[in-house]
């Protein structure tokens, strides 16, 4: 009887591990939607995600620049530095939307869609990421002062952007400017507080094409 158990216990942990393995190869295969592993990672209510989107539309746009332009990964505060998506319940009050978060850190988000902002407005010759080591003209250095909702009286997103373009050599500071738009919110929970905000972006967004596109 004590080999016939040995057996038994040996076979359930073989069909145990080869479960294991199946459940470990469906999550793999599974990972790329995101779906899947979303629900694995934060439990059965995983929190929704959201982009931010690229503007297609620039209206009148300058001649085209010739030179080559490196856009800098945004500097901004640590409660800004997270993938959560602020919100301002009061004047001088800080906190986060626990239904909504962002694709990715906000800075590191901001700079693939500045980027992709300039390629979209074929208005500058070439242009790459800092990261990308390229031989750069021009630097754009932006730093976040606000990205978030105000909540108190109507609530409105609000994005805020100083503007740096920086010559490579020498490191002289070409021209500054600071960018600004106010999107009324239809609400401020996850979706509207989002959607608020991807406007208010690409209107600063068309705004720092129209303004870089004059200046190099």
Known sequence: ??????????????????????????????????????LIGTGSNPTPTFDLSAPTNFGSLPPRARGLLAVEQPTALQILDTEKVVIAPQPGEVAYLSDAQWVDRLPKLMQARIVQSFENSTRIRAVAKTQDRVNADYILVIDVRQFGIQAYETPQAVVELSVKIVYQRGGRIAAGTVLSSHVAASGTNGQAA????????????????????RRI
């Open 1 to 38: 009887m004590g080999l016939v158990s040995e057996l038994k216990a040996k076979a359930s942990g073989v069909a145990k591990a080869a479960f294991c393995v199946a459940l470990a190869l469906s999550v793999g295969a599974c990972g790329g939607s995101g779906v899947l592993g979303g």
């Open 194 to 213: 989002t959607l608020a905000l991807d406007q208010a972006f690409s209107d600063v967004l068309v705004q720092m094409v129209k303004w870089t596109s």
